[in-house]
């Protein structure tokens, strides 16, 4: 072999090796949040209002914005993450379960970040002759965000298969009506033909203050103690292309988690600012005082949703653990 044609072999094998080696890509310049409204999504309230994405991206020398969408229910932003439209999503436990049931097994990776926070939903009505889920007749109807799908929804089911057997567990849904929060208090209050509402806070507080309004269920019964209200959600695609974005916002949540429970007034402040909520700091603050509200990236009970869940036909796969749902970042955590 001539020296010109080993010189050529060797570039033709650098070359090639280095055609192999995998693409270094820049991480997102923006990232994309879904979220919603009420206490649940106040540590990204906070998130946003303090630009603490901003600032731990920083750290890692990555400049980066952040965008905020309000997106109407879980499902839209399911199919936003699928579609690329968002990066991250913040919804119900149930809206991650079905997404991630659904997808598992294929090549899209689906997974929890990590929780955002616990809190009791309540079932209010003002029928008087309502004391217990099993007083509901067809003459009442139950506003819920979301029929079937909804934690709320799930969660009355999960009340009825306590009640009458797991085979029954649908025997209230034909009283559910779907419906937005702030439409359903609204409806409860106006004796319209919604004569029940199952809220979340600080809307089933704000009911309970109401004369003739009062509560039927408290889903931390339901659940044997608290649960994971609100989580946060994303593909392993993004996670792995974005690691120190998906870092600045762990992060970030952690941090507005911790201002969250050592100040609840600047909280309330926040809240008040970013939601445009006209009631006053005191009265959010009492609302943040009640009991049951936390505060916490630890998944509480989300194993029992999803058992439930896969007993009903709702995913068709149950998971081993709690783990087996979540990133490894938030194995270190004592969830459940």
């Given at each position: 072999?001539?020296?010109?044609k080993?010189?050529?072999?060797?570039a033709?094998?650098?070359?090639?090796?280095?055609?192999?080696?995998?693409?270094?890509?820049?991480?997102?310049?923006?990232?994309?949040?879904?979220?919603?409204?009420?206490?649940?999504?106040?540590?990204?309230?906070?998130?946003q209002?303090?630009?603490?994405?901003?600032?731990?991206?920083?750290?890692?020398?990555?400049?980066?914005?952040?965008?905020?969408?309000?997106?109407?229910?879980?499902?839209?932003?399911?199919?936003?993450?699928?579609?690329g439209?968002?990066?991250?999503?913040?919804?119900?436990?149930?809206?991650f379960?079905?997404?991630?049931?659904?997808?598992?097994?294929?090549?899209?990776?689906?997974?929890?970040?990590?929780?955002?926070?616990?809190?009791?939903?309540?079932l209010?009505?003002?029928?008087?002759?309502?004391?217990?889920?099993?007083?509901?007749?067809?003459?009442?109807?139950?506003?819920?965000?979301?029929?079937?799908?909804?934690?709320?929804?799930?969660?009355?089911?999960?009340a009825?298969?306590?009640?009458?057997?797991?085979?029954?567990?649908?025997?209230?849904?034909?009283?559910?009506?779907?419906?937005?929060?702030?439409?359903?208090?609204?409806?409860?209050?106006?004796?319209s033909?919604?004569t029940?509402?199952?809220a979340?806070?600080?809307?089933?507080?704000?009911?309970?203050?109401?004369?003739?309004?009062?509560?039927?269920?408290?889903?931390?019964?339901?659940?044997?103690?608290?649960?994971?209200?609100?989580?946060?959600?994303?593909?392993g695609?993004?996670r792995?292309?974005?690691p120190?974005?998906y870092?600045?916002?762990?992060?970030?949540?952690?941090?507005?988690?911790?201002?969250?429970?050592?100040?609840?007034?600047?909280?309330a402040?926040?809240?008040?600012?970013?939601s445009?909520?006209?009631?006053s700091?005191?009265?959010?603050?009492?609302?943040?005082?009640?009991?049951?509200?936390?505060?916490?990236?630890?998944?509480?009970n989300?194993?029992?949703?999803?058992?439930?869940?896969?007993?009903i036909?709702?995913?068709?796969?149950?998971?081993?653990?709690?783990m087996?749902?979540?990133?490894?970042e938030?194995?270190?955590?004592?969830?459940s």
């Amino acid at each position: 072999m001539t020296l010109l044609k080993l010189r050529m072999l060797i570039a033709f094998i650098l070359v090639s090796a280095v055609a192999d080696l995998p693409v270094a890509r820049a991480e997102v310049s923006e990232l994309r949040i879904a979220i919603g409204t009420g206490f649940g999504f106040l540590p990204l309230m906070v998130m946003q209002h303090e630009k603490l994405i901003e600032k731990r991206a920083q750290v890692e020398r990555l400049e980066i914005s952040t965008k905020w969408l309000v997106l109407a229910g879980g499902a839209a932003q399911n199919d936003a993450l699928l579609s690329g439209s968002i990066d991250i999503a913040t919804s119900g436990v149930s809206t991650f379960l079905t997404l991630w049931s659904r997808v598992k097994g294929t090549s899209t990776d689906v997974r929890g970040i990590g929780a955002i926070g616990s809190m009791p939903i309540f079932l209010n009505t003002r029928n008087p002759n309502v004391k217990t889920i099993r007083d509901f007749t067809q003459a009442d109807r139950i506003a819920v965000p979301a029929v079937k799908v909804s934690p709320q929804a799930m969660i009355l089911q999960m009340a009825v298969a306590q009640l009458y057997g797991d085979a029954q567990y649908s025997k209230l849904d034909s009283l559910t009506v779907s419906m937005a929060q702030g439409d359903a208090m609204a409806a409860l209050l106006s004796r319209s033909e919604i004569t029940a509402h199952f809220a979340n806070p600080p809307i089933q507080y704000w009911e309970l203050e109401k004369p003739g309004i009062h509560r039927v269920l408290n889903s931390y019964d339901v659940l044997g103690g608290p649960h994971t209200f609100i989580m946060a959600w994303t593909t392993g695609k993004f996670r792995q292309e974005n690691p120190k974005s998906y870092k600045a916002f762990i992060e970030a949540l952690q941090e507005a988690t911790t201002l969250i429970n050592a100040d609840k007034k600047k909280a309330a402040e926040i809240y008040r600012v970013v939601s445009n909520d006209k009631s006053s700091v005191d009265d959010i603050l009492k609302i943040l005082n009640q009991p049951g509200m936390q505060y916490s990236l630890t998944p509480q009970n989300i194993m029992k949703f999803a058992e439930f869940m896969h007993k009903i036909g709702s995913i068709k796969i149950n998971p081993q653990s709690w783990m087996e749902l979540f990133f490894q970042e938030a194995h270190t955590m004592n969830g459940s």
